[in-house]
Structure formats: structure tokens, C-alpha cells
């Protein structure tokens, strides 16, 4: 009897080859393990059956979509990370939850090997695998692509097809798609060129924004603590909370990235990407944050998030250097509570206003009119002492070019 092994499955075109392979190459019995992140009822509808039917013993379904949210999506938005300028970190936030909920029914069924469909050349890989060595390094991990002889996806259709296995992808449309409650992925075909501007028929979150309603809207989405938990006033659960502003923003062609980004593996990939929900709720983030933390500690967050967002991105979720940042971003949070209202049109978002009983705005210093609480005399010695060291590198230059000048003479 061969090795048993869980396999990380999405019923997709790499995961729909695996499994017949791992059959054919290891005589392994599969069990496949899908996570339920969000995708859609399209792409879970008859997982089970697609699986048993390509060979699985048995296909476990679970819905993770509130730990998805509540624990990954959330915590990463309150630390305002954002990798590669733009990419909000849809995939890389749920590969760590995927694969740890993978390697507990590994242990719970008792196999011996961990198995994933991720290229040799992807960041997701490394995702999966960091993931296995923290949760369970005894294990043994086989990755298909690092073995086996496909050369490429047009291989793979082959070979699934031979298979007697349905797939969406095609020659003609090579596609490669990753949805969940936060975002959808594009990447392959014409998208690895990057002078090529994305065909529209790709998208499946946002509507083209040039066909957007012709009238804004306006959403206000409420926090604390640095957690989003309401939209228009009425308070709303993660799941509800993000679909909610998926909706109205995707309505509107809000969410839309085209991304040239630095893989970790070393070279730089092209990837489509829509976030409708969490363009908002990063832009109504920031905009709460910008009124109730001081500049030092906004650029201190500024420096976190960077960090934040290269752990995420780089697969390292399940380490103490995560633990760290989260309670360092706990202590910025506590005063971001409040709401902030954005308006959407067309592809667009500004912000609309915004108020927090934290807020370190105060009219009374800030404004042009008259007040009573400002003298603006003392402005003179405050910038006399500021600018002490560029006043006294000035002169010494001007003494120090008059020397030069007395010494030509």
C-alpha cells in the first residue's frame, strides 16, 4: 500500500494533473484538502466528485472564510501592509491558513507526506512549505512541478485531458486565477506581457469603470480599534462586512491593479489583480489613522507595514518575528476608531469626511481665522533654533569661500 497524502487542492488545472501523478509516481492514496477562502460557489461546486473522479480517495471541504477574515485579512489590513506599492497581499494571506488547516487533517488522518501544485518558480511554494516546516517538519513534502516532466500548462490541458478530467483552462485562454472574500489574481498568457494592457474579459470583481454608474456613492465604514466593523452605520461580521463592500465597490470599477512585482524566488512577474472591498477598507485605514496618530508614530507604522507586508508576501506568518509586529501594531491601533466616508466613481475613491473621538485635529490651532489659542510670534524663535544648523553650515561656507578668495588674491 502506498504513502498517503494530502494534497492542497483547488480542482484546478496544476491540482486536477497532481493528483493521477502522485498515483502513477508514488502509488500514494490521496486525500485531497480544499479551503473554502471565499471563491465562490462556482469553483467548490462538485470539488468532491472532480476529486474522487481523478483518483482522490476522499476530498475534505473546509470553510475557513471567517478565520480567513477575521484572522488574516484583518490583522494584515490594520498593519497597512501593502507589498509592491499596490499589491494588497490577497493570495499570500490565505496560503498560510490553507496549509496550516492541510497539515492538521494530515496529522488527524495519519499520512506521510504533505503535497501542493505550486510552481517552482512561484512565491507559493515557499508559502506552503515555511508553513509545513513550523507546523509539522517531520512530514514529508512533494511538489510535482520541482519533478515532474510537464514543461509548461499547455502539457498539463494535455495531460487532463487524457485524463478524462474537466478544466477550465485552455491553450487559447492559459490563465492562471486565484479568488477569494479579499481578492482575484490574474496571471498567464497574454498578462506576461507587460506592455500589453489586461483584456477585459479577465475580470470577474469589478465592472469596467468606463461602464460604471454615471452617479457617485458614497460609504462610510466605521472601526476600532483599527478593525472595520460597520458599513453605513450598521454593524456587519468580517464575511458580511467585506462582501458588502465588494459589492458596492466592484459595482464601480474600484479595486483594479496591474502589477509588475519582485517574486521572492528572485524575478520579477506580472499579475492582474482585484480588490474591490479592501481598496476601500485600506484607503478609510489610512485616512482614520492620518487623523488620530501623531507623525511620529504614523511613520513609525509606515516603517512596520513594510515589514508586515514582506513577511506576508514572503510566507514567514508562522514565526515569532509576526508575533512581534502584531503586538507592536496592537499598541498604533487603540486610538483608530472612528468612521470615514469615501465616495466611488468610476474606478475612484476620495475621502469624504471622517471623524474619530481620538481625533488630534483641532480646529481651534489649525484654522486661518482668528483664534485665541496660538500665538504666532512664537513661530520666530521656533524656526531660528530649527534652522540653527543650516544657518551656522552657511556661514561657515561663506567664511570659508571669502578665505579662498582673500588667498587667489
Same mark, same amino acid.
Given at each position: 500500500?502506498?504513502?498517503?497524502?494530502?494534497?492542497?487542492?483547488?480542482?484546478?488545472?496544476?491540482?486536477?494533473?497532481?493528483?493521477?501523478?502522485?498515483?502513477?509516481?508514488?502509488?500514494?492514496?490521496?486525500?485531497?484538502?480544499?479551503?473554502?477562502?471565499?471563491?465562490?460557489?462556482?469553483?467548490?461546486?462538485?470539488?468532491?466528485?472532480?476529486?474522487?473522479?481523478?483518483?482522490?480517495?476522499?476530498?475534505?471541504?473546509?470553510?475557513?472564510?471567517?478565520?480567513?477574515?477575521?484572522?488574516?485579512?484583518?490583522?494584515?489590513?490594520?498593519?497597512?501592509?501593502?507589498?509592491?506599492?499596490?499589491?494588497?497581499?490577497?493570495?499570500?494571506?490565505?496560503?498560510?491558513?490553507?496549509?496550516?488547516?492541510?497539515?492538521?487533517?494530515?496529522?488527524?488522518?495519519?499520512?506521510?507526506?504533505?503535497?501542493?501544485?505550486?510552481?517552482?518558480?512561484?512565491?507559493?511554494?515557499?508559502?506552503?512549505?515555511?508553513?509545513?516546516?513550523?507546523?509539522?517538519?517531520?512530514?514529508?513534502?512533494?511538489?510535482?512541478?520541482?519533478?515532474?516532466?510537464?514543461?509548461?500548462?499547455?502539457?498539463?490541458?494535455?495531460?487532463?485531458?487524457?485524463?478524462?478530467?474537466?478544466?477550465?483552462?485552455?491553450?487559447?485562454?492559459?490563465?492562471?486565477?486565484?479568488?477569494?472574500?479579499?481578492?482575484?489574481?490574474?496571471?498567464?498568457?497574454?498578462?506576461?506581457?507587460?506592455?500589453?494592457?489586461?483584456?477585459?474579459?479577465?475580470?470577474?470583481?469589478?465592472?469596467?469603470?468606463?461602464?460604471?454608474?454615471?452617479?457617485?456613492?458614497?460609504?462610510?465604514?466605521?472601526?476600532?480599534?483599527?478593525?472595520?466593523?460597520?458599513?453605513?452605520?450598521?454593524? @456587519?461580521?468580517?464575511?458580511?462586512?467585506?462582501?458588502?463592500?465588494?459589492?458596492?465597490?466592484?459595482?464601480?470599477?474600484?479595486?483594479?491593479?496591474?502589477?509588475?512585482?519582485?517574486?521572492?524566488?528572485?524575478?520579477?512577474?506580472?499579475?492582474?489583480?482585484?480588490?474591490?472591498?479592501?481598496?476601500?477598507?485600506?484607503?478609510?485605514?489610512?485616512?482614520?489613522?492620518?487623523?488620530?496618530?501623531? @507623525?511620529?508614530?504614523?511613520?513609525?507604522?509606515?516603517?512596520?507595514?513594510?515589514?508586515?507586508?514582506?513577511?506576508?508576501?514572503?510566507?514567514?506568518?508562522?514565526?515569532?518575528?509576526?508575533?512581534?509586529?502584531?503586538?507592536?501594531?496592537?499598541?498604533?491601533?487603540?486610538?483608530?476608531?472612528?468612521? $470615514?466616508?469615501?465616495?466611488?466613481?468610476?474606478?475612484? $475613491?476620495?475621502?469624504?469626511? @471622517?471623524?474619530?473621538?481620538?481625533?488630534?485635529?483641532?480646529?481651534?490651532?489649525?484654522?486661518?481665522?482668528?483664534?485665541? $489659542?496660538?500665538?504666532?510670534?512664537?513661530?520666530?524663535?521656533?524656526?531660528?533654533?530649527?534652522?540653527?544648523?543650516?544657518?551656522?553650515?552657511?556661514?561657515?561656507?561663506?567664511?570659508?569661500?571669502?578665505?579662498?578668495?582673500?588667498?587667489?588674491?
Amino acid at each position: 500500500m502506498g504513502p498517503l497524502v494530502v494534497l492542497a487542492y483547488s480542482g484546478g488545472l496544476d491540482t486536477s494533473a497532481i493528483v493521477p501523478w502522485l498515483r502513477e509516481r508514488y502509488g500514494a492514496r490521496v486525500v485531497c484538502f480544499a479551503a473554502d477562502v471565499g471563491q465562490g460557489a462556482g469553483e467548490l461546486h462538485g470539488l468532491e466528485e472532480k476529486a474522487r473522479r481523478s483518483g482522490a480517495v476522499d476530498c475534505v471541504v473546509a470553510d475557513l472564510r471567517e478565520e480567513f477574515v477575521r484572522d488574516y485579512v484583518f490583522p494584515t489590513l490594520r498593519a497597512g501592509a501593502v507589498y509592491a506599492r499596490t499589491y494588497l497581499l490577497g493570495t499570500a494571506m490565505a496560503r498560510p491558513l490553507t496549509a496550516a488547516r492541510q497539515v492538521a487533517l494530515a496529522k488527524q488522518l495519519g499520512a506521510q507526506a504533505l503535497a501542493h501544485g505550486c510552481t517552482g518558480k512561484g512565491n507559493d511554494q515557499v508559502r506552503f512549505e515555511l508553513t509545513y516546516a513550523a507546523l509539522a517538519p517531520d512530514l514529508q513534502v512533494i511538489a510535482p512541478w520541482r519533478e515532474w516532466d510537464f514543461q509548461g500548462r499547455e502539457d498539463l490541458i494535455a495531460y487532463v485531458h487524457a485524463q478524462g478530467i474537466p478544466v477550465q483552462a485552455t491553450a487559447q485562454k492559459p490563465y492562471s486565477t486565484d479568488r477569494n472574500l479579499w481578492h482575484c489574481s490574474h496571471e498567464g498568457g497574454i498578462l506576461e506581457d507587460p506592455s500589453k494592457e489586461a483584456p477585459e474579459h479577465i475580470f470577474v470583481m469589478t465592472s469596467n469603470p468606463l461602464e460604471a454608474p454615471d452617479e457617485p456613492v458614497v460609504v462610510q465604514i466605521g472601526f476600532e480599534e483599527g478593525t472595520p466593523v460597520s458599513v453605513d452605520s450598521v454593524p @456587519r461580521g468580517p464575511v458580511d462586512l467585506l462582501e458588502t463592500l465588494n459589492a458596492v465597490a466592484g459595482e464601480h470599477g474600484v479595486g483594479r491593479a496591474d502589477v509588475v512585482e519582485d517574486r521572492l524566488v528572485g524575478m520579477k512577474s506580472r499579475g492582474v489583480y482585484e480588490t474591490p472591498g479592501g481598496t476601500l477598507l485600506h484607503a478609510a485605514h489610512r485616512e482614520l489613522e492620518q487623523l488620530v496618530l501623531d @507623525r511620529r508614530t504614523l511613520r513609525l507604522k509606515d516603517q512596520l507595514a513594510l515589514q508586515y507586508a514582506d513577511l506576508v508576501y514572503d510566507g514567514r506568518w508562522w514565526t515569532p518575528e509576526r508575533e512581534a509586529l502584531d503586538a507592536a501594531i496592537a499598541a498604533t491601533q487603540r486610538p483608530v476608531t472612528g468612521w $470615514v466616508r469615501l465616495k466611488l466613481y468610476k474606478g475612484g $475613491v476620495t475621502v469624504a469626511g @471622517r471623524e474619530s473621538p481620538h481625533a488630534l485635529y483641532q480646529p481651534s490651532y489649525a484654522t486661518f481665522g482668528k483664534d485665541t $489659542v496660538y500665538d504666532q510670534r512664537d513661530a520666530a524663535g521656533f524656526i531660528r533654533l530649527y534652522g540653527l544648523a543650516i544657518r551656522i553650515g552657511a556661514g561657515l561656507d561663506a567664511a570659508r569661500k571669502a578665505e579662498l578668495g582673500a588667498a587667489a588674491d
